[in-house]
């Protein structure tokens, strides 16, 4: 090689050198501005590819590959330029020459990846076919029918999802109720609408992990995160701009959207998230705008998904009967039907369902899966539960026989005394509040029912108790330490066997059918005993409770026995003794050895003489004495026991009279006081009295009335008075109810003045003097501010309910009523003024029953805009001479629900929305008064026919 040669080989490689560090400053302008043209074909393929993914498609691989490349030169690229910043563009020869060498070397990687671009049909589609479709269908198999629970439900949850102002949808039920079912089906019914641009389902379960709810909505979407990048941001960035359904099924526990990086849905964004869960709080704690209850299936729903599970077996004329009892004990759970009938199939030995029926009646995990497949999925809503004491009130709901309605002051009394919290508390009041939270929390749980006949029960379903007993079953594999002995509701005529009741801690008897307790069971451990409504029970034997030492609850309400054994005496540790409704008690011993009593119940009973030894019970708490005859009672005595919080003796033989009433200011700790008195002079002038009065929690007071149900937990109640007592107003203003039964010398309230402004429940009822209610010319501007109720019967001479025009213009009276019932009030002939209205907006239920002379129900000048804007349900019952509900047309926004009965001359109805197209609820009439109604056009009448029920 000569010497030229030599030379040129060199010179290459010299003048590139030379180049890195004469060329950095154009070099870097170079790098910016391909940089920034890479990022704009960059911006425009991501785009393409976040456009196709919601439709179905996925990001190609090759492309994906191309993207990930970009970024990372643009990372390194940004470090280049930092490094020149920071030296500005340094002297340094060394440091200019590394920097030139990398610049040139991200020229050729920029040049390297736009040679990819132009490869022939690589870009031509940025995505293909995905994996990852818009909706992923589920397996399911709903119980069929077109009006069947399930239907119905499903329908209520779509039209939820379907409804602009519902961002957060709860579907909530015990375990095994059929919410992922249900869920499953929304699900389906996804792929054939274009709703959301894609739906998303998580099953969340037990352990609640946020970064694999990320790392499966990732998935779902096709995204793939690097170790170290942010998901929540990633996240959130791709579903913002999707139309998103989000399936969270069986949450157990809330957690921030935020923190995961899920938009939160609202109206702009039309997204919305669904949530399974067995409790009603976690979806609250979610922010859920409607929560869904599933409930069980009907018995008729129950039978055909049974026999589905079955087969043929159950049809057959031998083994059908039982059948069906073994199908009624799944009590609706299509988890259980499933698991039992699967375990059934085939059977078609009468003597085999027998053995099965016998199995589940008595809570026994003896049919194939029932322990596996449905006891242990139940258990988890049991041991999910947040400490001990909850889960202690759902087992002792389990003493209750089955689909009972459990009065809840019994539950939280017996309870709460078993398990000590009177202890922690300063009083039974207190202990009360902390019982309630906890059932309401178990509410939450789904683990009790609410009951539609008022706030006073609640109810446990059957499987729910089935789990119960099982969980404190001695023979059970769960190892809970407490164990119960269970046989409410099973009709026993024989007590259950000596050996049985030694080593339980509960046991329950109630509503059985014995009617001898001859034994002399060794109860070591037993804490509770209900025999309560056994009511052919007639005698104990004389020790019956020697081996009881530590017994503290003791229920013999309801039974036949006519003494109680000396051995009583012996339950040295007993907390409360209730012996409510025994009519035929006649005796029972000295109490005073029971030095641990707290709560002693002898209302309704038969005992003709007050219990000797009452004055030694100094922890007696609580003393209802009510519907009693006793010859006597020492009222001095009970006034005296020093630690009495609440005390009821309404409706005895003989009234208490005031004076005798009036040494109760003595009872220092007092907080709840139910009587009856004859009168109210004696005390009720007294200063120390009010004070004294003021300061109970709750009462309930009597004046010469028969027995009232209560309205609300500060009431009185006047009735069959000859002249309205005297000096009621000081009492008045303390109540949150009035009751007035047959009260003579009353024609209206305004006599009360400002001692009617606390009155939430107002009952007027055979008041014949009653000519009105309230005149506002003698009232003052807040009488009956807080009035939610008014009840008004049998008023003959009631003119009207309210006089003298209506309230002055700032006047807040009536502006909380929510319920009106107006019956047998001959005289009315219309409820309302027109300005009257105005105080009505939050009027919610009006019924208006045999007012035979009333014309009208609002005798109208000019009606306000927008009145009855609440008003859900509407009666009209027995109106003879009805002839319009106001003569100016007006229209009910909210009505629910309208019932027109015999009430012949009414020829017109009310609108029942702003917009006849948005017409709801429905109207129940009979059919001639229906068919005789005047319409303004056709199309009203199409409409409205749509929601008339008939007769």
């Known amino acids: 090689m000569d010497l030229w040669e030599i030379i040129l080989f060199f010179w290459a490689p010299i003048c590139r050198h030379i180049g890195y560090f004469k060329d950095l400053n154009n070099n870097v302008e170079t790098l910016n501005r391909k940089t920034k043209k890479l990022k704009r074909k960059h911006d425009e393929i991501q785009a393409e590819v976040e456009d196709a993914i919601p439709v179905g498609k996925r990001q190609k691989t090759l492309v994906e590959n191309w993207l990930t490349e970009v970024r990372n030169t643009e990372n390194q690229v940004d470090s280049i330029r930092l490094e020149l910043a920071l030296r500005r563009i340094c002297t340094d020869h060394s440091s200019r020459y590394t920097l030139g060498k990398r610049v040139v070397e991200k020229l050729e990687d920029i040049k390297k990846l736009n040679k990819k671009l132009k490869a022939k049909g690589v870009f031509d589609k940025v995505a293909e076919s995905s994996r990852h479709p818009r909706v992923l269908e589920k397996q399911t198999s709903l119980p069929r029918g077109q009006q069947s629970t399930f239907e119905q439900t499903l329908e209520e949850i779509w039209q939820c999802l379907n409804e602009e102002e519902n961002g957060i949808i709860g579907i909530c039920g015990m375990g095994g109720i059929g919410k992922t079912t249900l869920m499953k089906e929304i699900n389906n019914r996804c792929t054939n609408t274009r709703d959301f641009d894609v739906v998303i389902w998580i099953t969340v379960s037990k352990d609640l992990n946020l970064g694999l709810i990320q790392e499966e909505i990732g998935n779902r979407l096709g995204m793939k995160f690097d170790r170290n990048e942010d998901k929540v941001d990633k996240l959130f960035a791709r579903l913002k701009n999707l139309r998103y359904l989000l399936i969270l099924d069986d949450l157990w526990e809330s957690f921030s959207l935020i923190q995961v990086g899920i938009p939160k849905p609202d109206k702009q964004n039309r997204c919305k998230i669904a949530i399974t869960s067995r409790s009603v709080a976690v979806c609250n704690a979610m922010g859920a705008d409607k929560s869904i209850k599933v409930r069980a299936l009907t018995t008729e729903e129950a039978w055909n998904l049974f026999c589905e599970t079955c087969g043929d077996a159950v049809l057959l004329s031998e083994t059908r009967p039982v059948a069906e009892e073994v199908a009624k004990e799944c009590s609706g759970l299509p988890l259980a039907i499933k698991t039992v009938g699967g375990a059934m199939r085939g059977k078609d030995k009468k003597e085999v369902w027998r053995n099965a029926l016998r199995a589940l009646e008595g809570a026994s995990p003896e049919v194939s899966g029932m ?431 309210f006089d003298g025009g209506a309230p002055p213009p700032l006047n807040t009276s009536l502006q909380n009523l929510r319920r009106i019932w107006v019956d047998e009030c001959e005289k009315l002939r219309s409820l309302f003024s027109s300005s009257m209205v105005e105080q009505l907006h939050q009027l919610e239920e009006l019924t208006i029953m045999k007012c035979f002379q009333m014309k009208e129900i609002i005798a109208v000048d000019k009606l306000p805009h927008n009145s009855f804007p609440k008003l859900r349900v509407l009666r009209l019952v027995y109106l003879r001479e009805l002839e319009s509900i106001c003569s100016q047309r007006f229209m009910f926004i909210s009505l629910e629900e309208m019932k027109v009965i015999s009430c012949p001359m009414l020829k017109k109805l009310p609108l029942f929305s702003s917009s006849i197209h948005e017409i709801k609820g429905n109207i129940e009439g009979e059919r001639e008064w229906w068919e005789g109604l005047e319409w303004e056009d056709e199309k009203a009448k199409s409409l409205y026919t749509r929601i008339y029920k008939g007769p």
């Not at 307790?517 to 804490?527: R, W, Y």
């Not at 209802?624 to 309404?650: C, K």
């Open 371 to 801: 322990e596996r497949q449905v006891f242990l999925p139940l258990k988890l809503s049991y041991d999910s539960l947040e400490n001990d004491e909850i889960k202690s009130c759902f087992l002792y709901c389990s003493l209750f026989p089955e689909d009972y309605l459990i009065p809840i002051d019994v539950l939280v009394r017996y309870w709460a005394m078993e398990e000590g919290f009177i202890e922690n508390v300063n009083n039974l009041e207190e202990a009360s509040n902390k019982g309630h939270d906890i059932l309401e929390r178990m509410k939450d749980a789904c683990l009790l029912e609410k009951v539609s006949c008022g706030n006073e029960f609640v109810r446990m379903h059957d499987l729910l108790r089935d789990l119960a007993i099982w969980i404190t079953s001695p023979s059970s594999s769960s190892i809970e330490g407490t164990k119960f002995l269970v046989k409410a509701g099973e009709g026993l005529v024989q007590p259950p066997e000596e050996k049985m009741w030694g080593g339980v801690v509960r046991i329950s008897l109630i509503c059985s059918k014995i009617k001898h307790l001859q034994i002399t069971p060794d109860c070591p451990n037993l804490v509770s005993l209900f025999l309560n409504q056994n009511s052919q029970l007639r005698t104990i034997h004389s020790n019956f409770f020697q081996l009881m030492p530590k017994l503290q609850i003791l229920d013999l309400s309801a039974t036949g026995i006519e003494s109680l054994p000396m051995s009583l005496l012996l339950l040295v540790n007993l907390r409360v003794l209730s012996l409510r409704y025994c009519k035929d008690l006649v005796e029972v011993p000295p109490l005073g050895k029971l030095k641990e009593l707290q709560i002693l119940d002898l209302s309704e009973s038969g005992l003709k003489n007050f219990p000797q030894g009452i004055a030694s019970l100094v922890k007696l708490k609580r003393l209802d004495i009510s519907l009693t005859s006793f010859t006597t009672i020492p009222y001095a005595m009970i006034y005296g026991l020093p630690s009495l919080e609440e005390v009821s003796m309404t409706n005895l033989e003989e009234h208490v009279d005031g004076a005798t009433f009036s040494e109760a200011v003595n009872m220092k700790r007092l907080r709840s006081l139910s009587i009856s008195v004859s009168n109210l002079n004696g005390f009720i002038a007294l200063d120390m009295f009010h004070r004294w009065f003021s300061g109970l929690t709750s009462f309930h007071v009597t004046v010469k009335s028969a027995f009232c149900l209560p309205l609300s937990n500060k009431q009185i109640s006047i009735g069959e008075c000859d002249k309205f007592p005297c000096g009621i107003e000081g009492l008045i203003k303390y109540a949150f109810s009035l009751d007035l039964y047959k009260s003579k010398g009353l024609t209206s309230l305004s006599k009360f003045q400002g001692d009617l402004k606390s009155l939430r429940d107002l009952r007027v009822d055979e008041c014949s003097e009653v000519e009105c209610i309230i005149d506002w010319r003698e009232v003052g501007d807040d009488a009956f501010q807080c009035l939610q109720r008014l009840d008004l019967y049998s008023l003959p001479n009631l003119e009207k309910v």
